[in-house]
């Protein structure tokens, strides 16, 4: 199949007047412009296939595909000659009780950043989605080095804690999942292969997998104010216009749904749309990012409880480790192809990574000015989705609506 796409060259808008987007529009453009200097400002939108569009087309090599050992490089240098005090390190030297993946690979993560509220930043918890490692390898170089006054307003506003390989060893083996292994033995643990989904595994009842349980004590003694985690999903096309979609904004408990909105007084249910909604319109001035609504199976919006995102908007405590019940709000990026469909898209690397890039920006940008707080949540619904038949849970099966 060859996907066929034409993009307004304009951008889209939704229905509400942006009267706070105008008040601030010369910030904003001036932002445009410092966040876009890869890019072709105006650029028209492709009218036809196009190679540096996700595809089946020419499947996409997984040479680039960052391995851990080359994250590990990555990350020690940007250490070195960052300007702005990058701090690499990995979970054994923070000093935490389990601290490697399943497999021994040590588990990294790297700060920059001076404000007072922590911001989580998290990529590659399925081993086969890689572009979360680039996009926030490429974060945290321009964090670390780059003087505009954005990044200086984020730097200062927030201190950052970057996960670019949440699951080395589903990484080095491009799957999903990590396997339960025997470190002695060198083999999976109980000699059949177990492979647990590292985004379903914080549960109250504990872990299954070491990465977890390393990263969520990491996570108690960090106590973040933010969150954004980033995924890839197959190929889709967006609900009426049959346009392809290159970027899908999510939030891992529905809104509205059985489990957010009792939540903090419904204050998560409100926060978490509001930082979607606020993604959605500055993403809408990039001709090449065709953003929607993710979505389960078409139509099931998603409701997870043990997805790490989900366990830190409902205060996950395991074993006494976070017994102020701390929590916060978190959403997820799913970009468009995948590697175990072979449609990452012959050369859509660079757009793919740099759209997650942009998003993440431009919700940190957003949150520290006190734009996303502003927005009107119920904007959400405006997001083009398919009509939601029902939820789709990790809990209760799948929770038809209505
Ligand atoms: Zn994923």
Redesign the pocket.
Known sequence: MTPQHSHPAAPRTLSRPRTLSRLHGRRRVAAAVALAVALPLGAAAPAAADARFPSTEGSGSLAAVRTHDDVVQELQKLERTSRYGVEAFTLAEAGMQVSTSEQGRDLWVATVGTGEEHVWLQGR??GN?PYGTDALLTLLKDLGSNGSPEHELLRSTFTFHVIPMYNPDGAEANIRHTVLWDQVAGAPEGGTPQRIDL?RDWTPTGFAADESLAFYEYWTTVDPAWGIDI??QGLKQEAGTGDDVTLSLGISLAPGGPTLPGLQDGAYDVLTRQMQVHVYDELARYGFINTDRYQVGGSYEIDIRGGVVSAMMMGLDHAGMNPEGHSHPVVFFETSGNTSEGSLGQKARGRSVQQNVLAVKELLLGLATGEVQQEDPERWAEIPHQPVTGYSTDWAGTIPVG
């Open positions: 918890i399925h989605e985004n995924h890839h």
